[in-house]
């Protein structure tokens, strides 16, 4: 199958969940995830009407951004950890950042979004699972994030981002997207609307609970090539 194709076929999927959802259609954004695949995929994606992509890898994010800049709308959203040595790249690249974990990179992307014409929209990551080996803040550090983020003209905060625990069965990580959304609820759905959360294998379990944007990438591209 083409990227086309299976990029329509998640589409299907998204629509089927929405519905299944009670929720009206195109209310779930799709992140098509390009990491560490090669620039000729997202322009097949592109020309299939893909303008979301998820990036994880900074130095990747700058080089791809050049090479792309010909394609007008393209957004690039960055979904992986950001270390405050590379928040320059971000504040200058992404349409969106999606893993705010802590104070001091609030303070730096503050001070490096200063050259945007726009304030760049975030979103907090919240580890909702407690893993050790994962990045994202506790449920009692989003209080703090908030006032940080509110507090930086040049940031606008969006929401709330989750990786969940694996599961082999998809519907294991519903008590996880729900958390997610109890936790919105809690600080304020007018402060928060979005949540991006849900990938290839559990998307529809995170329609059922409130995702906003999810974020897919084996399912429209295919295996990642080894680094």
């Given at each position: 199958m083409t990227v086309a194709s299976k990029l329509e076929a998640i589409r299907d999927r998204l629509r089927r969940a929405e519905r299944a959802a009670g929720r009206p259609e195109g209310s779930v954004a799709l992140i098509a995830v390009s990491k560490m695949q090669p620039v000729e995929a997202l322009r097949e994606a592109y020309a299939a009407g893909q303008r979301d992509f998820g990036e994880n890898y900074l130095q990747e994010l700058e080089e791809k951004a050049e090479a792309l800049r010909d394609?007008?709308?393209?957004?690039?959203?960055?979904?992986?950890?950001?270390?405050?040595?590379?928040?320059?790249?971000?504040?200058?690249?992404?349409?969106?950042?999606?893993?705010?974990?802590?104070?001091?990179?609030?303070?730096?992307?503050?001070?490096?979004?200063?050259?945007?014409?726009?304030?760049?929209p975030v979103l907090i990551e919240v580890n909702v699972g407690g893993e050790a080996q994962k990045h994202?803040?506790?449920?009692?550090?989003?209080?703090?994030?908030?006032?940080?983020?509110?507090?930086?003209?040049?940031?606008?905060?969006?929401?709330?981002?989750?990786?969940?625990?694996?599961?082999?069965?998809?519907?294991?990580?519903?008590?996880?997207?729900?958390?997610?959304?109890?936790?919105?609820?809690?600080?304020?759905?007018?402060?928060?609307?979005?949540?991006?959360?849900?990938?290839?294998?559990?998307?529809?379990?995170?329609?059922?609970?409130?995702?906003?944007?999810?974020?897919?990438?084996t399912a429209i591209f295919g295996e990642r090539p080894p680094r």
């Open positions: 394609l007008p709308d393209l957004r690039f959203h960055v979904i992986g950890h950001v270390q405050s040595n590379k928040a320059r790249i971000a504040a200058r690249h992404a349409a969106m950042l999606h893993t705010i974990d802590s104070v001091s990179l609030v303070a730096e992307l503050g001070k490096r979004v200063a050259g945007r014409p726009e304030p760049l994202g803040c506790s449920s009692a550090q989003i209080g703090p994030l908030i006032e940080a983020i509110e507090a930086q003209p040049g940031l606008r905060l969006r929401g709330l981002m989750t990786v969940p625990p694996h599961t082999d069965d998809p519907t294991g990580a519903r008590p996880f997207f729900r958390r997610l959304r109890e936790l919105r609820e809690l600080h304020g759905i007018d402060r928060l609307p979005e949540l991006s959360m849900g990938m290839s294998h559990d998307l529809e379990a995170a329609v059922i609970e409130g995702a906003t944007m999810v974020r897919v990438g």
